[in-house]
C-alpha cells in the first residue's frame, strides 16, 4: 500500500473516531436529560402527594376537634339537664345535727352504765374517743348549715354617711 492510502486510512480512522465519540456523547447526554426529566416529574409528584396527604391530616385533625367540641358540648348540657333535674337540698341539715345530739347522749349513757362493770375499760376508752370525735362531727355539721354566729357587734352607721 502506498502512502496516500495510509494517510486516508487513518483520516478515515480519526474521522470515524471522532464522530463515533460525537454520537456517544450525543446518546449520553440524550439518556441523562430524559432521567432528569423523569426524576423531575417524580419530585413534582411527591410533591403533590405530600400535599394531599396534609391536607387530608388537617381536614381530619378539623373533623376530630369539631366533634371533640360537640361531645364537650353536649357533655355539659347533659350535666346542665341533670343538675336542673335534682333537686337542691344541703348535703347536711339542722336535723343531721340533732340525730348526732342524740346519738351522743345515747353513747353517753352507756358510756356511764358500762362504767359500772368490770372489764369493760377497752369499750370504755373508745366510747369515749367516739364521743369526742361525734361532738367534733356535730360542730362541723352545725356550722356548715349555719355559719358561727359572731359577737360582734354590728357597725354602727357613721353619722354624715350614706346610707
Given amino acids: 500500500m502506498q502512502t496516500q492510502h495510509l494517510i486516508i486510512i487513518a483520516s478515515g480512522s480519526v474521522i470515524g473516531l471522532l464522530l463515533m465519540a460525537h454520537y456517544i456523547r450525543r446518546a449520553v447526554l440524550a439518556a441523562f436529560g430524559?432521567?432528569?426529566?423523569?426524576?423531575?416529574?417524580?419530585?413534582?409528584?411527591?410533591?403533590?402527594?405530600?400535599?394531599?396527604?396534609?391536607?387530608?391530616?388537617?381536614?381530619?385533625?378539623?373533623?376530630?376537634?369539631?366533634a371533640e367540641q360537640r361531645y364537650q358540648r353536649e357533655i355539659r348540657q347533659l350535666k346542665a339537664a341533670h343538675l336542673a333535674q335534682r333537686p337542691v337540698t344541703p348535703p347536711l341539715t339542722v336535723a343531721d345535727h340533732q340525730l348526732l345530739m342524740h346519738v351522743r347522749g345515747t353513747l353517753s349513757l352507756a358510756n356511764q352504765t358500762w362504767g359500772a362493770m368490770h372489764g369493760t375499760e377497752p369499750i370504755l376508752a373508745q366510747v369515749d374517743r367516739q364521743l369526742v370525735r361525734l361532738l367534733e362531727l356535730g360542730t362541723r355539721i352545725l356550722d356548715a348549715v349555719e355559719p358561727p354566729i359572731s359577737h360582734d357587734p354590728a357597725p354602727a352607721a357613721q353619722p354624715g354617711a350614706a346610707a
Fill in 34 to 66: 430524559r432521567m432528569i426529566v423523569r426524576h423531575t416529574a417524580q419530585i413534582d409528584q411527591h410533591h403533590a402527594r405530600i400535599t394531599a396527604l396534609t391536607a387530608d391530616i388537617l381536614r381530619i385533625t378539623h373533623r376530630r376537634q369539631e
